[in-house]
């Protein structure tokens, strides 16, 4: 985001949000993103789902790059990532503390019924 360079003296400058287009470069506040957005919910609605798509993915991308952790162990007990070589590789290799915790929320959660 960038500051406005010119405003009236005593006003708070208002952030620009850096839209960078095939042929142009806008600059637009968030009220006018917002105000252009109500127009469309259903525009609105895929710039959402997107954005939420995007970050998941994104933070998904960190952790598998840290190595596998006890989220990563969830998700293969509950049944969302396959059981295969990389999985079991990657269970085997996991920090003891990282393991045995990661177990513990599991069972934590199965004893609550969150988890099938």
């Keep these: 985001m960038k500051e406005q ?3 009236k003296a005593g006003e708070p400058k208002p952030r620009l ?4 287009m095939s ?3 806008l600059f637009m506040t968030e009220a006018e993103i917002l105000s252009l957005m109500a127009k ?6 895929k710039a959402i789902g ?6 998941r993915h994104e933070t998904a991308r960190k952790r598998e790059a840290k190595g596998f952790n006890r989220w990563m162990l969830y998700e293969l007990f509950k ?3 396959p059981i295969d070589d990389t999985a079991i590789e990657g269970v085997a290799n996991m920090d003891e503390k990282e393991l045995r915790e990661g177990i513990i929320e599991i069972l934590l959660l199965k ?3 969150e988890v099938k």
Excluded: F, P, S, V
């Excluded at 469309?40 to 609605?45: P, T, V």
């Excluded at 997107?50 to 970050?55: D, E, F, I, S, T």
């Design 5 to 7: 360079a010119i405003c």
């Design 17 to 20: 949000i850096e839209i960078k």
């Design 40 to 45: 469309d919910q259903e525009l609105w609605a």
């Design 50 to 55: 997107r954005g939420k798509a995007l970050l």
């Design 79 to 81: 049944g969302n990532r």
């Design 111 to 113: 004893k609550r019924g």
């Design 23 to 25: 042929r142009y470069t």
